[in-house]
């Protein structure tokens, strides 16, 4: 089939649906399948030696559900979003955060073929949809197959458009995330084991959490070190923290590359996750899963949907450093339960791999080509 994905998103800056669209774009034409990814960048220029990338729109950052988004505002698109439906003739587009503007909502203004909408996104509420809810539902109805990525992010959306939506999860490449791979030396330290923090330094995240329960840690023992994996708004403010309080082994690796993040997971022992909300599905856990790690997240939406406590990993209170300091003591006492957290945790992230997830996708794109054509021989009946 001929596929296109269209992201909101800026492609160019990292981000879980960006991850996710370039992902399933290679899974696809794994296949066979030919597949186009419209999106914004802040880049100018649409060679960004990406394959099957077209840069449609320039992005701006916006707040949002406690982050920041980087989406195309403009709503002066329809020459060039015209231009490519008509001239690649498209079978299916499918479009990731599909209400998002504006780049999803002009492609689905024009797309007659066969729509296919998956949504991301969780958070107690959004003014956008809304106030915008009688605008959007046009739109929305124009979406032969609706998919959300988890129970959350169903509840999510349904809240504000209601209808049916199948759940198909985030996937994870587990021949990419996995515990065998050569370790990073600098992550390593003799007698301390190794605590990983992954993910964007921002408030929603939590890190503040849990350095402040490593930091009551390391108050009393000498056996654990912290690795910080991520860039974002708060980065200085928490290296100025470890500085003032002179907490000791903190390591601030910044933003690694697609090649070495396995790694650094692969050279941890305990991965933690102390999002405070916010969050559809934890991707993250199960890279770290993956990887063999026992693993400590948030009890918050999203992150119970992918954990199984006592047996995947532990959840924990979130905003509670102290809690936290007690988890992660837990792990340190007994090295068994780490080991058998982590062998579970394999096993569990193998039902999120991405060949069962494009699986999944591909019925679902078969099923919205049939409504598609249903749809275009019902309306030449009434007309």
Partial sequence: MKICLVSPYDYSHPGGVSEHVRHLADKLRARGNSVTVMAPSSKVGDDHGIPGYVRIGRSVPVHSNGSVARVALSFHLVRRVRGLLDREQFDIVHYHEPLVPSLPITVLRFH???NVGTFHAMARRNLGYYYARPFLKRYFKRLHVRIAVSQPARDFASRYFGGDYCIIPNGIDTSRFRPDLEKVDELRT??????IFVGRLEKRKGFDVLLEAYRELRQRRADLRLVVVGDGPLRSEY?????????????????????????????????CAPATGGESFGIVLLEAMASGLPTLASAIEGFTQVLEPGKTGMLVPPRQPKMWSQAIEVLLNFPELRHSLGEAGIANAKRYDWERVVDSVLDIYQQACSRSRAHMVAARVHS
């Fill in 112 to 114: 007659s073929g066969a």
């Fill in 190 to 195: 003799p007698g301390k084991a190794t605590v």
């Fill in 239 to 271: 290296v100025q923290r470890v500085a003032e309080h002179q907490i000791p082994d903190v390591l601030f690796a910044g933003r690694v590359s697609d090649e070495m993040l396995p790694r650094f997971y692969a050279s941890a022992d305990i991965f």
